[in-house]
């Protein structure tokens, strides 16, 4: 493939993966966290019980503004805190009930969301896009 395809397809995909997740993110069951908040519940979620130090790095944010998105997840009931059991100076932090709730009710509007699109797609069209995205998943260095 030439470079001006390759550009042409750089383009392309970058658009398109915005597009599908700025319309993804739109479909938040219920908008009383930000969108940084949930994506701390959504890490959690993903990777369990973490220090506040493990999940700014995971979220690329620095410790202090994690401290303040876990400190409001933990008013909200959200987030609880226990000590670490390998560094008594350091907490764990992990999903209570709730914010597991808040995280499943989430995932499932969006799904129904891109499920309902799905539909819309004819067979042959479903079958592209399940290997586009293992293709992408690789591409975003993921080994599931």
Same mark, same amino acid.
């Given at each position: =493939? ?8 750089t ?8 597009r599908?997740?700025?319309?993804l ?14 994506s ?5 979620y *993903?990777?369990?019980? =973490? ?15 994690m ?9 909200l ?24 709730? +808040? ?7 969006r ?6 699109r ?11 896009? +399940? ?7 690789? =591409?975003?260095?993921? *080994?599931?």
């Amino acid at each position: =493939m030439s470079e001006t395809a390759d550009e042409g397809l750089t383009s392309r995909l970058r658009l398109a993966v915005v597009r599908l997740n700025r319309r993804l993110r739109a479909q938040r069951a219920n908008e009383d966290l930000t969108l940084t908040q949930l994506s701390a519940l959504s890490c959690l979620y *993903k990777c369990g019980p =973490m220090s506040p130090g493990e999940l700014a790095a995971n979220e690329g944010v620095r410790p202090p503004s994690m401290t303040r998105v876990i400190a409001a997840l933990e008013e909200l009931g959200h987030l609880s805190r226990r000590p670490n059991p390998n560094d008594g100076r350091q907490a764990i932090v992990a999903l209570t009930d709730s914010g597991l709730g +808040h995280v499943r009710t989430d995932i499932s509007a969006r799904e129904a969301w891109l499920d309902r699109r799905l539909a819309e797609l004819d067979p042959g069209e479903r079958e592209i896009l +399940h290997r586009a995205a293992e293709i992408i998943d690789r =591409m975003a260095g993921n *080994k599931n």
